[in-house]
């Protein structure tokens, strides 16, 4: 079975400062899709970015960009010019291809101070 | 365009009660999966349905637990006789026809069971 590990419970980063969040993944398939996904505190899960595996370019969203590292199987987020608002809980997630549910890790807390 | 919706937003049953929970998708989604949250966790998958129609059960518990989505109206996950561990956030995803992962979630269900 495919899994997902967030090996950093809880990260901090100074506003306007970068930060990444690491994530690895298990899976012998070669067709699959990788997500962060944000959950502030008000619980609603917010599609951060995604990558398809067959993809080498690094997908980026304005602040949010990953390193993905398809032989390592590592898929890092990096935050730049952090903001208050980035405070959340930041989830990695994995879907392969044909089925359609998706497999979470456990979480990485992230503390943006002032 | 509403997003994904679902009610109640906080549950609370005693012990032996049933649960009921609703999942209205995206205007144009035909696709629904239920995931649980328990404490300190990411998120699990439980079901994947279409129309009418289970696609995939696989992580939903053998017994108590029951989902749908009919025809007309919004899926429903239940769960009969509560306990205890069933405590948890339920989050509803949806996605179109043939973009099984742009899964959009609704805001959850926090289900406290006494």
């Known amino acids: 079975a495919q899994t997902v590990t967030q090996s950093q419970p809880e990260m901090s980063v100074q506003e306007a400062e970068t930060v990444t969040l690491s994530c690895t993944y298990d899976t012998s398939e070669s067709d699959y899709y990788l997500f962060w996904y944000k959950q502030p505190p008000s619980r609603q899960m917010i599609l951060v970015i995604r990558q398809e595996a067959y993809k080498q370019q ?24 952090s903001q208050l608002g980035d405070a959340a809980m930041y989830f990695c997630a994995y879907g392969q291809g044909g089925s359609e549910k998706l497999v979470f890790g456990k979480g990485t807390k992230l503390t943006v101070n002032p | ?56 059960e696989s ?22 006789q509560v306990v205890r561990g069933d405590s948890a956030a339920y989050f509803c995803a949806s996605s179109k026809q043939g973009a099984p992962y742009e899964q959009y979630f609704g805001p959850g269900t926090r289900l406290t069971v006494t």
């Open chain 1, 58 to 81: 690094n997908a980026t969203e304005n602040r949010f960009s990953v390193n993905f590292q398809k032989a390592a199987k590592s898929f890092s987020l990096k935050i730049s010019d």
């Open chain 2, 59 to 80: 992580g939903m518990p053998k017994e108590r637990f029951s989902a749908e989505f009919p025809k007309e109206g919004p899926s429903i996950l239940r769960i009969q």
């Open chain 2, 1 to 56: 365009n509403a997003g994904v919706m679902q009610n109640p937003r906080h549950l609370v049953r005693r012990r032996g009660q049933e649960a009921r929970l609703r999942c209205s998708p995206m205007k144009g989604h035909s696709h629904v999966y239920w995931y649980r949250q328990l404490p300190e966790e990411g998120l699990k998958f439980m079901v994947y349905l279409q129309k009418e129609n289970i696609i995939d």
